[in-house]
């Protein structure tokens, strides 16, 4: 596609389910980010992904957060159990290679709401 | 540790005025360094990429510096728009490909 698509773009969840956010990332990237973003907070580094390597999970809060690449593209982040301190704005980016030379696209993220 | 730091945390200046804001980054070995713009509730916008090889990067009425070995770059402003309110954020990519955001910087240009 034409950019990085996030979804779903809001989500209220009650405090205890599990949520699912996706990140189609920009086709062809081969590196994938995931950040959250608490209100009136910096961006904090959650995961990586960069082609078939193993991803860098070492952002990531707690055990309760997973997220997966199936194929290469399309990337899954799972929270189980969500608390409230787990409402942020959740940020997917991606690029050409492992940083490469073009940047980072972002996503418009997904606001999650948990209460 | 690999860390970028702004300041100032917010901004404001009169509508017209030129301004700079900075960023600077604990580790010279870089790939690249990455300015967006954030407005309120919404996601990041890429304005300027500067490759560690160069030393600037402009589009319009935005220019961006960089100076690996002091660990700094400078994002200018000229002729600033209250449209240019937003937040500004700049982003590393280290030499671990580890992608490190600042806090960034709050600005407000008042009409």
């Known amino acids: 596609g034409a950019g990085v698509s996030q979804s779903p773009s809001n989500k209220v969840t009650e405090k205890g389910k599990d949520v699912e956010l996706r990140c189609d990332p920009i086709?062809?990237?081969?590196?994938l980010y995931w950040y959250r973003q608490s209100l009136g907070q910096g961006l904090e580094f959650l995961i990586y992904f960069q082609g078939n390597s193993a991803p860098d999970k070492s952002g990531l809060p707690s055990d309760r957060f997973s997220a997966e690449r199936t194929g290469g593209s399309v990337s899954t982040l799972t929270i189980q159990r969500t608390q409230q301190e787990d409402s942020a704005v959740y940020l997917c980016?991606?690029?050409?290679?492992?940083?490469?030379?073009?940047?980072?696209?972002f996503g418009s993220g997904t606001r999650l709401t948990v209460v | 540790k690999q860390e970028v730091t702004q300041i100032p945390a917010a901004l404001s200046v009169p509508e017209g005025e030129n301004l700079v804001l900075n960023c600077s980054f604990t580790d010279s070995a870089i790939y690249n360094l990455q300015w967006f713009r954030q407005d309120p509730g919404k996601g990041l916008t890429s304005l300027l990429l500067?490759?560690?090889?160069?030393r600037e990067q402009t589009s319009g009425r935005l220019n961006a510096s960089l100076d690996k070995s002091s660990g700094r770059s400078t994002l200018y402003i000229a002729a600033s728009q209250p449209g240019d309110s937003a937040t500004y954020l700049c982003a590393v990519l280290f030499g671990n490909e580890k992608l490190t955001f600042g806090t960034g910087t709050r600005l407000t240009i008042i009409p």
């Open positions: 980016a991606s690029s050409t290679r492992g940083g490469g030379h073009y940047g980072y696209t």
């Open positions: 086709s062809g990237h081969t590196a």
């Open positions: 500067i490759q560690s090889s160069q």
